[in-house]
């Protein structure tokens, strides 16, 4: 049998070979330590109340080793900026919170493979998520040249919230389902109040979000009415139609010729409507938790079932959200999809956007849940589940180039409308050769 030999080490070298150790096994840690880099601005609803800084820290305990850096630039046009002077300088982002899906900037942003992933894989081998459980029409409104180039943040849906208390002074009832444009106008005639004569009514029956024909404003009047900006195959400019001029003429009617609705130079609809001095304000969802924390206290407001159009005899909402996008240039594309799953996607999440922050969640399964754990203001939110199964987006067109130039076409005349320097139905006739040619 062979005798094995001990050796002897001196103390002094076996306490430096375990100080070598320590220190090696301290940078090893370090060095495996993944910073997952987020995006995002100042604007969105889970920054202004920091939601998603008060939930981090638990996604980093739920994620040992992972270092979580969020950036909050000042505007969401600064983030838009941001992103893309980064993916052209090769510096590296994972997870991006942007603004609205309808906004034309964020647009641009998501519908370049080489600023954002597809993350429709990542939803489908999701073996806790169930494509299923999302509203389609949302995940829809994400999805651009057969590509989910992000996960809606919550639900924002067309919403009609009306002030109790304006009319009750005037002696009227809530509206009920069934009512359409010309109950609105003869609501609103009612409603509004210019009690001392001067031109500027104390009180307005109605307003809408804004004026555009993009996001809210005259939108959701035209899509009702059966028109869009062009046909559904995008081929050609359709504000000729005889449904999209009779809609927006509707619209310019209420705030210019009936004037009962809030003109441009009158303030802020939402402003007026948190004061008291609106009666019905057609907007969206996510005033909800704005109008809880601004309306002042006389103001007593809920939402109700929305007008359809009398020609079509359907109401169709705008439906919209902020943007969870991956990054194209992630060197951690699957801990950032965990990371968009724990913040608004799993079901923790879609139970605190319920219950702790009033918004109305992504899956449909939760939609239920904010149904039972939701405490008015408003008490009716049953209209808002209505709306978002029949919601849909503005168009968005393949090509980002021609996307851009045929809404700046729209934008700039539609503007010399509302300032009631055209007519609707020269703008309609200006636009539509303009239109056309982008599309050819």
């Known amino acids: 049998m062979k005798k094995e ?3 002897k080490w001196p103390s002094v070298f076996l306490v430096s070979i375990v100080a070598l150790i320590l220190f090696t096994s301290s940078v090893v840690a370090q060095e495996k330590e993944v910073e997952l880099r987020v995006l995002t601005y100042l604007g969105g609803w ?18 040992p080793g992972v270092k979580v850096s969020y950036q909050i630039n000042p505007s969401g046009s600064a983030l838009v900026q941001l992103i893309v002077v980064e993916a052209a300088g090769g510096v590296s982002s994972d997870v991006l919170f942007v603004g609205d899906v309808i906004d034309n900037a964020v647009r641009n942003v998501l ?9 429709r894989p990542f939803l489908e081998r999701d073996p806790n998520l169930d494509t299923r459980d999302f509203f389609p029409n949302l995940l829809q409104a994400f999805t651009h040249n057969n590509r989910l180039v992000g996960m809606p943040m919550s639900t924002f849906v067309g919403s009609v919230f009306v002030n109790k208390t304006i009319f009750n002074e005037a002696g009227l009832p809530l509206p009920t389902d069934g009512w ?6 003869e609501m609103s005639r009612k409603l509004t109040q210019d009690k001392d004569r001067d031109g500027n009514p104390e009180t307005w029956g109605f307003a809408a979000d804004g004026y555009t024909l993009q996001h809210q404003g005259a939108t959701p009047f035209l899509w009702s009415n059966g028109g869009d900006i062009v046909t559904p195959d995008h081929s050609r400019a359709a504000l000729l139609e005889p449904q999209a001029l009779e809609a927006l003429e509707f619209f310019y009617d209420l705030h ?7 003109p441009p130079d009158a303030g802020a609809q939402w402003t007026l409507f948190r004061q008291g001095h609106v009666g019905i304000w ?8 704005k109008n809880r924390a601004q309306a002042l206290p006389h103001v007593d407001w809920d939402v109700i079932v929305p007008f359809h159009s009398p020609r079509t005899g359907v109401y169709v909402p705008l439906i919209a959200s902020n943007a969870a996008a991956i990054s194209a240039t992630s060197k951690h594309p699957e801990l950032a999809w965990e990371f968009i799953k724990f913040m608004v996607l799993s079901d923790r999440a879609q139970q605190l956007i319920a219950s702790e922050e009033g918004m109305l969640p992504t899956r ?6 904010f149904m039972r754990v939701f405490q008015g203001p408003p008490a009716n939110v049953a209209p808002l589940i209505d709306a978002v199964a029949i919601g849909r ?12 130039e045929v809404y700046d076409i729209i934008r700039v005349e539609w503007d010399q409308v509302i300032r009631q320097l055209q007519s609707v139905k020269a703008f309609a006739e200006k636009v539509t050769p303009l239109i056309n040619a982008k599309l050819r």
Do not use: C, G
Request: glycine letters at 0%.
């Open 46 to 63: 889970f920054n202004s109340n920091s939601y998603i800084e008060r939930n981090i820290p638990l996604f980093e305990e739920a994620h």
């Open 364 to 369: 449909i399964s939760y939609a239920r849940h």
């Open 180 to 185: 359409d444009w010309n109950d609105l106008r």
């Open 5 to 7: 030999s001990v050796v």
């Open 393 to 404: 987006t503005p168009v968005w067109f393949k090509d980002a180039q021609v996307h851009k």
């Open 282 to 289: 057609d907007s969206k969802s996510s005033n909800i938790p």
């Open 256 to 262: 210019f010729v009936d004037r009962v609705a809030v």
């Open 111 to 119: 519908s370049q493979p080489a600023l954002v992933m597809d993350l």
